[in-house]
């Protein structure tokens, strides 16, 4: 995988396979392009498709759930099977059996936990079951070593709002650093508030951010990605390190 200077890589979403490979251009290379599993009707189909995707992106793309619905997991898994790509997203309880299915031994696979509401605790009972259940919330420190001993590389905090969770992101953060972990803020990320949003990252010290920035910058006309938007995206970043 991509990394500016080893700190960010950017994660937006693809409408297309030409659209993924001016998106990927726009970010210099670094980035991953997200298409989301939830878009196809069989595993089968969504490996077909991705590995075009693949082919134009250098196997940068990220395997998305879909919103983060949990009942994608499975669907995520049967395709890291069949799928050499570099991103996969997952919900907390299933970065364990992912892993063991990736045909790429150094796929990154990232686990979805939630806000709790209360900054150092946050919520991993994000899967398909779980999300019924009374609220597992955790230490943040003791969710990094779960995905850790899971054989995950990062925790997703979704959905952050942009900076309303600005305290929780920075505790979330801050435990990454100490932790020499990845970390991949998602929802409600705009051109507006990116900037604000990188520097309150990075100068906590988190080794390596992934900001997952979509549908603030697809045009609802065309369902594509706006090149000119992770150009900016990406000057933003190359000003901040």
């Not at 595993?43 to 693949?54: N, Q």
């Not at 939630?114 to 398909?128: C, D």
Request: include cysteine.
């Amino acid at each position: 995988m991509n990394y500016y200077k080893d700190r960010v890589c950017l994660n937006v979403l693809a409408g297309s396979h030409q659209n993924a490979e001016e998106c990927y251009a726009a970010a210099d290379r670094q980035a991953v392009i997200g298409v989301l599993s939830s878009n196809y009707a069989t595993v089968e189909e969504a490996v077909r498709d991705m590995k075009s995707y693949g082919e134009r992106t250098e196997g940068n793309i990220s395997v998305g759930l879909g919103g983060g619905n949990p009942m994608q997991w499975k669907a995520v898994a049967d395709i890291s099977r069949a799928l050499s790509a570099s991103h996969f997203n997952q919900v907390f309880s299933a970065v364990g059996y992912t892993r063991a299915c990736v045909i790429d031994p150094n796929a990154h696979i990232n686990a979805l936990v939630s806000p709790s509401g209360t900054p150092g605790l946050v919520k991993i009972s994000t899967g398909p079951l779980s999300q019924h259940a009374p609220d597992a919330v955790i230490p943040v420190e003791t969710a990094i070593a779960m995905v850790k001993e899971m054989g995950g590389n990062a925790l997703k905090l979704f959905p952050i709002h942009g900076l309303q969770c600005r305290e929780e992101l920075l505790a979330v953060a801050k435990a990454c650093a100490k932790e020499h972990f990845i970390l991949e803020p998602t929802g409600g990320i705009r051109l507006e508030n990116f900037e604000e949003l990188m520097r309150l990252l990075l100068d906590t010290g988190v080794p390596k951010i992934i900001p997952h920035v979509y549908s603030s910058i697809i045009d609802p006309a065309t369902n594509q990605t706006r090149v000119d938007d992770v150009k900016e995206l990406s000057r933003i970043i190359h000003r901040l390190l």
